[in-house]
């Protein structure tokens, strides 16, 4: 059966179950491109001083995006597949911020004089598992280092389980610089929440969002994931009913990935418990029909935001990017990330941080950045990442502006995918004419199975396993597209 479900902002999605469950497959989410699996050990921290200095030098330096990751937690919610170290020992997190202060030093000092910061976010773990007077230290030390841009220009945001956040330290966080908070909430029900080990009260989580409005945080923010254990329709109607009452400013709603082979806290929860394919399928709907139905823009994937929401306004002026921690207003911002496993995004280079902790403090006791893997991204690469970045991000590409910015003819360098093309648009995904790939409504929910179509290194990998059809399964630490 299929339901059109209109969109504020001139978009549709038409929500095509058979044509979903037809073409759903494994693939990449696409926070980067190429994905951080094609990362290797060869490239590791000299490269990126190599990048940081070339940059520099060139005077090609754009406005910073900082990422700080705090990988520590009080509990395990079993869902999660993040990097982060369960502990209540809090000893481990000042050992860790001592570090992560020595990291931040030798950052600062190697991009003096090209530190202009535009956005902020905190991830992990629980960035708010470190206490009131730890972050306003950190916070102090980040920007002795950096030059932050008016609270009225920049984006600042952190991510909190409302369960750490009382009224006084949401106060607080904003008067240490944050403008935006995203509150964790994954579902309302109770029994939902103990069959993930996160009992979260509503009135506990409304109380957060009160006072980050009193506050005066210009953005709030809630994640929900659908397709947890004991989850149904009846559950799902009602937490976005009572999302919709809270009024955040932007929503998101993820896929749950069941992926116990990888995450170790997964195989705590119970395959019975699971919701079947139908009800993941119908509980996509439903969140889709209530939150448009509500107000809010369809932003792509996984996001939603209200019409007067920066990410919507950046979407109607053709600003929107997308990065590693999701869509984002600041398309010309290098990436510059400090914490364990953390992922840096400079020029045409990627490099990541050591994932366990030893390592990490090891690295910084050399007095070396903690990269330990990263690539230097190809003229394909950057050519590629363009155009999965269009199509992610504005559901559009034009052909003439790819062959103004790049030597090439688009026709003839992207045969072979233009042809794989041609099955999706067969299948009513996207219309092509000579200077347009238009994703159409039926189209935008499967973004991802279009953009691996483009995916130079996803199709290497297919071809060595010999998997060459476009609905072939992937790799197994990827999750189902829909």
């Known amino acids: 059966m299929t339901d059109l479900i209109t969109i504020t902002n001139n978009l549709d999605v038409e929500f095509d179950a058979a044509l979903i469950q037809k073409l759903d497959r494994k693939g990449p989410r696409y926070t980067s491109y190429p994905t951080a699996d094609r990362f290797t050990p060869e490239f590791a921290y000299r490269d990126y001083l190599q990048a940081v200095n070339g940059a520099i030098t060139r005077g090609n330096v754009h406005p910073l995006s900082l990422y700080i990751h705090i ?35 030798m950052q600062g000092r190697l991009l003096a004089g090209a530190n202009r910061v535009e956005q902020l976010h905190f991830g992990g773990g629980t960035p708010t598992y470190i206490n009131d007077r730890q972050m306003g230290d950190l916070m102090a030390h980040l920007q002795r280092w950096f030059e932050f841009v008016p609270d009225a220009e920049g984006e600042f945001s952190i991510e909190v389980d409302p369960r750490t956040v009382s009224r006084e330290r949401a106060l607080s966080l904003r008067n240490q610089g944050f403008n ?65 009452a809270a009024d955040p400013d932007r929503i998101s709603v993820y896929n749950y990935a069941h ?28 969140c889709i029909q209530r939150l448009t139905d509500a107000g809010y823009v369809y932003i792509g994937m996984d996001h939603f935001a209200k019409p007067t929401d920066d990410l919507a306004v950046a979407q109607r002026q053709g600003r929107l990017h997308r990065n590693f921690q999701g869509y984002s207003t600041h398309a010309e911002a290098d990436l510059i990330a400090c914490g364990v496993s953390a992922i840096s995004a400079v020029g045409a280079t990627y490099s990541q941080n050591a994932k366990t902790l030893d390592e990490y403090y090891d690295r910084i006791e050399q007095n070396e950045l903690p990269i330990v893997r990263g690539m230097r991204l190809s003229m394909d690469d950057l050519l590629r990442r363009i155009v999965i970045q269009m199509l992610m991000c504005h559901f559009e590409l034009s052909i003439h502006a790819i062959e103004l910015a790049y030597p090439i003819v688009f026709n003839s360098y992207f045969r072979t995918e233009l042809l794989e093309l041609q099955h999706l648009e067969e299948n009513g995904l996207l219309v092509m004419d000579e200077d347009w790939i238009t994703v159409t409504p039926k189209g935008r929910l499967l973004i991802r199975n279009i953009c691996m179509v483009f995916d130079h290194h996803l199709r290497t990998a297919e071809k060595d396993v010999g998997l060459m059809h476009t609905t072939s399964p992937t790799p197994q630490n990827y999750s189902r597209t829909i």
């Open 180 to 244: 935006r908070i995203s509150l964790g909430v994954q579902d309302f029900d109770p029994e939902v929440q103990k069959a993930v080990n996160r009992v979260q009260p509503e009135e506990e989580t409304r109380a957060v969002i009160a006072a980050a409005r009193e506050a005066g945080f210009r953005s709030v923010s809630i994640d929900l994931i659908y397709g947890l254990p004991k989850q149904n329709l009846a559950t799902m109607q009602r937490t976005l009913d009572k999302v919709i």
């Open 71 to 105: 990988p520590f937690c009080e509990s395990v919610c079993y869902y999660c597949g993040c990097n982060k170290i369960v502990t209540r020992d809090r000893s481990k997190a000042a050992t860790y911020l001592r570090y992560l202060k020595r990291e931040i030093d």
């Open 259 to 286: 992926m116990p082979h990888l995450f170790k806290p997964q195989r705590r929860i119970a395959d019975i418990d699971l919701p079947v394919g139908d009800t993941k399928l119908a509980m996509l709907a439903l």
